[in-house]
């Protein structure tokens, strides 16, 4: 196949051939084979995939909110070529079995993939880190969706038993000790008033202080009190378990990776002590001042923070020091999200909109290439999105190892065959 007159990240126009899995050449000026497929890319950008390493397609266990297929079609769609899979699945992926069961699921996967595996107090370390694991995590100090939460301890020797075989290891890093139980009481305990009718803030008051759901339409339901999530699990939880979990890692002679972090004071922390970090779209470009339209919907953990510290998190981002972006894809469904602040799963979707909304605020394009975020346009099954009316910057076409997975043309959206692979394989 040969890109004719492609313009390449770094603003050159070149002609780029492909030749099986691999990029053969790239020139000023190519000619195709007689038999050769030619696409013309003028006036487009032809970038490398992105890699997003934070997704959680949700098989085995809970194909309702998204599967490997769908999940791996939204990816496609929005320019990412290979996703890492979390291990808080059901079962969790913890140990051979289950990862070889993921592994049978991802089959249905149309871009490349890695998959995690995970730690709780049953995991079986000898046969999952015989695996061909990206990493061992994420691993989590706090509860979240899957409930697996474990101790400082048991993350020591996970850290020891990974880093003895080579193997990377992402925490997921808050301290529920530092969490703010206030906050759920002061939410709780307060008085709510709808339609004129005062009304106590329990779970049935929080229910019918809701504005109605209008799933067809995108509009969020508003729920008692959102912004109680995030002052719930505090900024100080996040700092103080980037800090243990880093010490843990130094001494055990390991590179451990801190996913999702959501303060400028977790970002420093990880880089104060030699550690990566990875920051998501939510937390680039969401804060607690959007609560009043996302309700529940904006939900996730960690959680929005106030608008301050997401300039902090913008600002390091932009400047190099954290390492790279990633976007904790949590699907749920519009059902499971239409409640109360306590009740709603943690989660958003974001592996389709990741690359559009990045190219939108650092890519100099033509208005004419930008679109707004639908919801109900994505390819995830759960048919959502925190980012409902933002312009993002769409792929047209992708490819992964030379064969087309997707393109958008006048007739619709298209996507290929599965020709995914586990990453780890080949090494």
Same mark, same amino acid.
């Given at each position: ?10 603003? $050159? ?34 970038? *490398?995939?992105?890699?997003? =390493?934070?997704? $959680? ?25 290979? %996703?890492?899979?979390?291990? #808080? ?14 592994? +049978?699921?991802? @089959? ?17 370390? #000898?046969?999952?880190?015989?695996? *061909? ?48 139980? =206030? ?13 004129? !009718? ?9 229910? @019918?202080?809701?504005?109605? =759901? !209008?799933?067809? =339409? ?38 451990? $990776? ?11 922390? @990880? ?31 960690? *959680? ?13 981002? @932009? ?75 769409? *792929? +047209?076409?992708?490819? %992964? ?24 394989? $080949?090494?």
């Amino acid at each position: 196949m040969l890109i004719a007159n492609a313009t390449l990240a770094d603003g $050159h126009r070149r002609d780029v051939q492909v030749e099986g899995e691999r990029i053969a050449a790239v020139e000023r000026r190519l000619s195709a084979d007689a038999d050769e497929t030619t696409i013309d890319a003028a006036g487009k950008l032809l970038l *490398p995939g992105m890699i997003d =390493s934070h997704v $959680h397609f949700r098989e085995p266990g809970f194909p309702e909110k998204e599967t490997w297929a769908s999940g791996s079609r939204a990816a496609a769609a929005g320019g990412v070529t290979t %996703v890492v899979d979390q291990p #808080n699945t059901q079962p969790p992926t913890v140990t051979g079995e289950a990862f070889d069961g993921k592994a +049978e699921l991802a @089959a249905d996967s149309v871009v490349d993939f890695g998959i995690n595996g995970g730690v709780t107090p049953a995991w079986q370390p #000898n046969e999952l880190l015989d695996r *061909p694991l990206f990493a061992l995590g994420e691993v989590f100090l706090a509860d979240s969706t899957g409930e697996m939460g474990i101790d400082v301890d048991l993350l020591a020797d996970a850290v020891t038993a990974a880093t003895e075989r080579g193997v990377p290891v992402t925490v997921h890093a808050e301290d529920a000790a530092r969490f703010d139980a =206030s906050a759920r009481e002061r939410s709780e305990a307060q008085r709510v008033v709808r339609d004129g !009718e005062a009304v106590s803030s329990s779970r049935e008051a929080q229910s @019918a202080s809701r504005t109605t =759901s !209008e799933s067809a =339409s995108g509009q969020r339901p508003r729920a008692n009190d959102p912004d109680a999530w995030s002052a719930f699990r505090t900024p100080d939880a996040e700092r103080a378990a980037v800090e243990r979990a880093c010490e843990v890692g130094r001494d055990a002679g390991a590179q451990l $990776h801190i996913a999702h972090t959501s303060t400028p004071e977790g970002i420093d922390a @990880a880089k104060r002590m030699g550690m990566t970090c990875e920051v998501t779209p939510h937390h680039l470009l969401l804060s607690r001042e959007e609560y009043d339209e996302l309700g529940t919907f904006g939900r996730m953990n960690p *959680p929005l923070r106030s608008e301050q510290r997401r300039e902090g998190v913008y600002k390091r981002v @932009a400047d190099g020091t954290v390492d790279l972006v990633a976007t904790d894809h949590a699907p749920h469904t519009r059902e499971e999200k239409d409640t109360g602040i306590w009740d709603a799963p943690s989660g958003v979707p974001g592996v389709e909109t990741a690359l559009p909304l990045l190219l939108a605020e650092v890519v100099l394009v033509d208005p004419d290439a930008t679109r707004e975020i639908r919801g109900e346009e994505l390819a995830t099954d759960c048919g959502w999105t925190p980012f409902e009316g933002f312009e993002g910057v769409f *792929p +047209e076409w992708t490819m %992964v190892r030379g064969e087309t997975v997707y393109r958008r043309t006048d007739e619709g959206r298209k996507f290929g065959a599965a020709v995914g692979e586990n990453v780890q394989s $080949h090494q």
